[in-house]
T-cell receptor, first 110, second 112 residues
Framework: AQRVTQPEKLLSVFKGAPVELKCNYS??????LFWYVQYSRQRLQLLLR??SRESIKGFTADLNKGETSFHLKKPFAQEEDSAMYYC????????????FGRGTQLTVWP | DAGVIQSPRHEVTEMGQEVTLRCKPI?????LFWYRQTMMRGLELLIY????????DSGMPEDRFSAKMPNASFSTLKIQPSEPRDSAVYFC??????????FGPGTRLTVL
C-alpha cells in the first residue's frame, strides 16, 4: 500500500532563513510526487511535481528514491510563503487518484 | 474559466438534517474528486469519478454519504442524516487526463 508521511504538522522559520518541509513516501512502484500549497483563504493549488523538475516561487523538490523522500526546500523563506503545504503521491503515469500527506503548516516570521 | 465552482461556500445545519454539497468542474475535465479536510485527519479523498462514473468510493465514511455525477458538468455529495463529526471543509477538484488537479474553494460544513 502507498502512504505519504509529513512528519511536521507545524514549522516556523524567520524570514530569510532556509526552509525544508519533509515528505516521505512508501510505494513499491514508480510514483509521481507533488507538492500542493494552500494559502490562507485560497484554494489548494499545485506548487510542483517532480516530473517537471522546475523551481516555483524559489521552491525545489528532488525525488530521492533511495530514501523514498521528496522534501520541499527554499533557501530564503519569505513571509508570503506562510501556508499549508501538502505532499501527494500518484501511482505512476496513469495517475488516477492522489494520496495526500496530512500537511505541514509553515509560518514565516518577519 | 471560473475554475471549479462549489456551492454553498458555508453550510450550518442541525444534526439529523440532510446536507447537499454541489460542484461544477472545469469544462472539459474528465475526472472529478471529492475530498474532506479536517484538522485531525488532513485531506482525505472520499470518492472520484472518471467520465461521470464512480471509480473509487472507498473513502466514503459510511452509508450516510452518497455522491452522484449525473453529467459532466455537475456533481453532488449528500450526507443524510448529518452528524456533528461530519463538520469539515469539503473540496471538489477536477482534472483533465493526467494533468494538474484543480481544486474548488471548498464548502465549510458545520453540523450542530
Amino acid at each position: 500500500a502507498q502512504r505519504v508521511t509529513q512528519p511536521e504538522k507545524l514549522l516556523s522559520v524567520f524570514k530569510g532563513a532556509p526552509v525544508e518541509l519533509k515528505c516521505n513516501y512508501s510505494y513499491s512502484g514508480s510514483p509521481e510526487l507533488f507538492w500542493y500549497v494552500q494559502y490562507s483563504r485560497q484554494r489548494l493549488q499545485l506548487l510542483l511535481r517532480h516530473i517537471s523538475r522546475e523551481s516555483i516561487k524559489g521552491f525545489t523538490a528532488d525525488l530521492n528514491k533511495g530514501e523514498t523522500s521528496f522534501h520541499l526546500k527554499k533557501p530564503f523563506a519569505q513571509e508570503e510563503d506562510s501556508a499549508m503545504y501538502y505532499c501527494a503521491l500518484s501511482r505512476g503515469s496513469t495517475l488516477g487518484r492522489l494520496y495526500f500527506g496530512r500537511g505541514t503548516q509553515l509560518t514565516v516570521w518577519p | 474559466d471560473a475554475g471549479v465552482i462549489q456551492s454553498p461556500r458555508h453550510e450550518v445545519t442541525e444534526m439529523g438534517q440532510e446536507v447537499t454539497l454541489r460542484c461544477k468542474p472545469i469544462s472539459g475535465h474528465d475526472y472529478l474528486f471529492w475530498y474532506r479536510q479536517t484538522m485531525m485527519r488532513g485531506l482525505e479523498l472520499l470518492i472520484y469519478f472518471n467520465n461521470n462514473v464512480p471509480i473509487d468510493d472507498s473513502g466514503m465514511p459510511e452509508d450516510r454519504f452518497s455522491a452522484k455525477m449525473p453529467n459532466a458538468s455537475f456533481s453532488t455529495l449528500k450526507i443524510q442524516p448529518s452528524e456533528p463529526r461530519d463538520s469539515a471543509v469539503y473540496f471538489c477538484a477536477s482534472r483533465l487526463l493526467v494533468y494538474e488537479q484543480f481544486f474548488g474553494p471548498g464548502t465549510r460544513l458545520t453540523v450542530l
